[in-house]
């Protein structure tokens, strides 16, 4: 399968908690940290949870 790198852009302070755990599920807890990860469903849909912080990376 391809890798995605997801890039934390926007803080998480103010967010609900279950995107902060989304967050932290994808291995970003740190502003502005890239994660490699596998382009599956489940991370996909990780990423639209918390589409509004982060950015995917090319």
Same mark, same amino acid.
């Given at each position: 399968m391809a890798t995605i790198k997801i890039k934390?852009?926007?803080s998480r302070i103010g967010a609900p $908690?279950?995107?902060k755990r989304t967050l932290d599920a994808l291995g970003l807890r740190k502003l502005n940290r890239v994660v490699e990860h596998e382009? $599956?469903?489940?991370?996909?849909g990780m990423v639209r949870k918390v589409k509004h912080l982060v950015?995917?990376?090319e």
């Open positions: 934390q852009v926007k $908690t279950d995107q382009s $599956t469903p489940a991370i996909l950015t995917i990376v």
